[in-house]
């Protein structure tokens, strides 16, 4: 169980343009999720909290009308990069946190590779 | 803000002991958690601190003392899958958590 998927797994794309990347919590419910970004071989960056039917809350320095969230149901968060720029490559990892258990539980997705060209 | 250290690298044999620390400068404090990353994967959750001590799971343990902001992941036996990145984090106000920078494992035969 408390298994989390993302969609795509990785994606080239071109400056100027907009990627979704979808995160799903596959076999529980999550009020909360979570997206990071991570750099090569450095930490996970928290970037935002997602939450369902309300606004998601942003981490000091990133940009929400940069990195648009949508936490659309008890299953599904996406983010959007808008306007994406090669400084937007990265390594983007959601992560949820199932509604039944302790709160200082999260579980990981395998994460999204974004390239921008 | 949030401030937390690892040693970056790490280096030792099959069957060793190995201990990794962490400090930690957050505004807000409720556990420390460590989570395991291979390369090119999801973090995956390895243990929960929330009060001062040591939590065994296995051949991993993890101590916490909250006065002193310092924390640590303690490996037995060490296996030549053991060989990742390990992450402390603080869990913090609203349930957030903030990742420190990393330490990577070598495990030589």
């Known amino acids: 169980g408390a298994v989390v998927s993302q969609h795509p797994s990785w994606v080239i794309c071109k400056s100027g343009t907009s990627v979704k990347i979808e995160c799903r919590s596959l076999?529980?419910?999550?009020?909360?999720m979570f997206w990071y970004r991570q750099f090569p071989k450095q930490s996970l960056m928290l970037m935002a909290t997602?939450?369902?039917?309300?606004?998601?809350?942003?981490e000091q320095g990133v940009e929400k009308d940069k990195f648009l969230i949508n936490h659309a149901s008890l299953t599904l968060s996406t983010l959007t990069v808008t306007s994406a720029h090669p400084e937007d490559s990265s390594f983007y990892i959601c992560?949820?946190?199932?509604?039944?258990?302790?709160?200082?539980?999260?579980?990981f997705g395998p994460g999204t590779r974004l390239t921008v060209t | 803000g949030q401030s937390l250290e690892q040693p970056s690298e790490v280096t030792a044999v099959e069957g060793a002991i190995v201990q990794i620390n962490c400090t930690y400068q957050?505004?807000?404090?409720?556990?420390l958690s460590w989570y395991q990353q291979h390369d090119g994967g999801a973090p995956t959750f390895l243990s929960y601190?929330?009060?001062?001590g040591l939590e065994e799971t296995g051949r991993f343990s993890s101590f916490l003392s909250r006065s002193d902001s310092y924390g640590y992941l303690l490996l037995q036996e060490l296996q030549m899958k053991d060989s990742a990145s390990y992450f402390c984090?603080?869990?913090?106000?609203?349930?957030?958590?903030?990742f420190g920078s990393g330490t990577k494992l070598n495990v030589k035969p």
């Open positions: 992560s949820a946190r199932p509604n039944r258990v302790p709160s200082y539980e999260q579980y």
């Open positions: 076999d529980f419910q999550a009020t909360t």
């Open positions: 997602s939450n369902e039917g309300s606004k998601a809350t942003y």
């Open positions: 957050t505004s807000g404090f409720y556990g």
């Open positions: 601190n929330a009060l001062d």
């Open positions: 984090a603080v869990r913090g106000n609203f349930n957030k958590f903030y």
